[in-house]
């Protein structure tokens, strides 16, 4: 079965990334004369050549990983902080439900601009909002049936995403952690 009959095709993005495997990627690094060889000549404090190349093929990762991301939350008609703020309720350990300060401070945003992001995802229908009966100042948040089917779909769909990427991110970071 290949990986695209696994994510429902509206959340496929529509183009997708070159894939690099992860042996293309150690061969090519690998062949490079300048690869973790500590006689190379250093650029700039204690890095080398490859320390560069390394740091960009991780932040390569990354980016590829939040294309996707982004995209199969447009798919579903959700902004990227959208999806960040459904999956931070989602994911809340507290005791309590969790407050706009939560997501806030989950997304590195401004209290104000959670308040923003929380109105538009209770005007989406795809979150409640209530204030707390014992602290009146606290707004609790929970996520609407709505929200939990789009939820569901789009972590499926990341965690088959991660998945694919797991050997070249593996590969990456065991790079990262040799000498």
């Known amino acids: 079965m290949a990986f695209d009959d696994d994510i429902p095709s509206n959340l496929m993005p529509r183009v997708l990334p070159k894939v690099v495997s992860p042996d293309q990627i150690d061969r090519k690094i690998a062949a490079h004369p300048m690869t973790h060889k500590p006689t190379a000549k250093r650029t700039s404090g204690s890095l080398y ?3 560069f190349r390394l740091l960009a093929e991780f932040r390569f990762v990354l980016r590829r990983f939040m294309r996707f991301s982004e995209a199969a ?13 459904l999956l931070v309720i989602k994911a809340y ?3 309590s439900q969790p407050s706009i300060g939560h997501i806030a401070e989950q997304l ?3 209290h104000h601009s959670a308040v923003g992001l929380v109105n538009r995802l209770v005007e989406a229908k795809l979150l409640t909002r209530k204030t707390d009966a014992t602290d009146r100042r ?3 948040l929970g996520l609407t049936s709505k929200a939990d089917r789009t939820l569901e779909a789009l972590s499926s769909a990341h965690r088959n995403e991660l998945r694919r990427m ?13 000498p």
């Open 108 to 110: 590195g945003v401004r």
């Open 93 to 95: 350990e507290g005791d």
């Open 166 to 178: 797991a050997p070249m991110l593996r590969a990456t970071l065991s790079r990262l952690e040799s």
């Open 138 to 140: 606290r707004v609790n």
């Open 49 to 51: 050549p490859a320390d």
């Open 73 to 85: 939350a447009a798919k579903v008609g959700l902004e990227p902080q959208q999806h960040q703020a």
